[in-house]
Nanobody, 122 residues
């Protein structure tokens, strides 16, 4: 059982950066792959990034590749999403998730956080 709480969202101007954090409760955190997804109003949930339990494997959605970086600190039970060069298309609620494998599919994840709002102004 894992509980996830996102933080770090907010309002930022285009071209700026944010770092989102996802704090997990539970001893099994280091055994889970982690993912970030986002959803904007009226749009489908979109894969952003995933990282393996060890942190050695990462993958990114095409729209964020080269701009976003996912990382984790298993000693702190925390996963991060560093977002650079933000643009208004990145505006969405960002969700942290945990599951058994690295995957771009939301159905692969068992646990989800409540989300944190990221708004990028033009």
């Amino acid at each position: 059982q894992v509980q996830l709480v996102e933080s770090g969202g907010g309002l930022v101007q285009a071209g700026g950066f944010l770092r989102l954090s996802c704090a997990a409760s539970g001893r099994a955190f280091s055994r889970y792959a982690m993912g970030w997804f986002r959803q904007a109003p009226g749009k489908e949930r979109e894969f952003v990034a995933t990282i393996s339990a060890s942190g050695r494997i990462t993958d990114y959605g095409a729209s964020v590749k080269g701009r976003f970086t996912i990382s984790r600190d298993n000693a702190k039970n925390t996963v991060y999403l560093r977002m650079n060069s933000l643009n208004p298309e990145d505006t969405a609620v960002y969700y942290c998730s945990a599951g058994p494998i690295t995957s771009s599919g939301g159905s692969s994840y068992n646990y989800w956080g409540q989300g944190t709002q990221v708004t990028v102004s033009s």
